[in-house]
């Protein structure tokens, strides 16, 4: 199965604590995105990235919030401090390149923060 | 300000008739037009997209209809089945992506 890989699935963390998300993209995707679905709201971007290279994030959160997509290795997210509202599903999605519109999505990350 | 609506926040419709799926944008500048299914616990499928230069895309059971001029499009599922039943978000794209809030279809069986 070469679909987009999230890891983990559910994470719980305190508030206070880091919270790191993990998304490989389909093998042969060199652009990750990611988004946050609140409860009962669709997906909001976040950031968009290609190996290396931060292209849009302008759906991050100015503080506590950072993305990554190292030339070896998968996306991270990470969430510095963690606070109660930030307890969400956050999917990755990735494509091929900017040629294509379709994103092709992994199963989420359901952060829980108490 | 939201950019891309889905008004209805749920539909039920009995198996074998028309599910008809309406989203509203705002923004003039998209260009592309897609929509995705959700079941719980997973992430978004990609289902049928079009382009703004076109008003129809079919694919299967599945088409898209695009309405520039009011800035609508909708998704038409016909025969539906009780294995459509799932969230359908619409998105919007410039450059990224903007969801909808998504409509929970019910197919009754």
């Known amino acids: 199965n070469a679909g987009v890989m999230q890891n983990p699935r559910h994470l719980v963390r305190r508030r206070g604590q880091e919270a790191r998300l993990r998304c490989s993209p389909m093998?042969?995707?060199?652009?990750v995105y990611w988004y946050r679905q609140l409860p009962e709201e669709g997906l909001k971007f976040m950031v968009y990235l290609q190996k290396e290279n931060i292209i849009d994030e302008s759906g991050m959160p100015k503080e506590r919030f950072s993305a990554e997509f190292p030339k070896e290795g998968p996306s991270i997210l990470r969430i510095q401090q963690v606070v109660r509202g930030d307890s969400a599903a956050y999917f990755c999605?990735?494509?091929?390149?900017?040629?294509?519109?379709?994103?092709?999505f992994g199963p989420g990350t359901r952060l829980t923060v108490t | 300000d939201q950019q891309v609506k889905q008004n209805s926040p749920s539909l039920s419709v009995q198996e074998g008739r028309i599910s008809i799926l309406n989203c509203d944008y705002t923004?003039?500048?998209?260009?592309?037009f897609l929509w995705y299914k959700k079941y719980p616990a997973e992430g978004p499928t990609f289902l049928i997209s079009?382009?703004?230069?076109?008003d129809k895309n079919e694919d299967g059971r599945f088409t898209v209809f695009l309405n520039k001029s009011a800035k609508h499009l909708s998704l038409h599922i016909v025969p539906s089945q009780p294995g459509d039943s799932a969230v359908y978000f619409c998105?919007?794209?410039?450059?990224?992506?903007?969801f909808g809030p998504g409509t929970r279809l019910s197919v009754l069986p």
């Open positions: 998105a919007a794209s410039r450059q990224n992506f903007v």
């Open positions: 079009i382009s703004s230069i076109k």
């Open positions: 093998k042969g995707h060199s652009h």
């Open positions: 999605a990735s494509s091929p390149g900017t040629a294509t519109y379709e994103q092709y």
């Open positions: 923004n003039s500048m998209f260009d592309y």
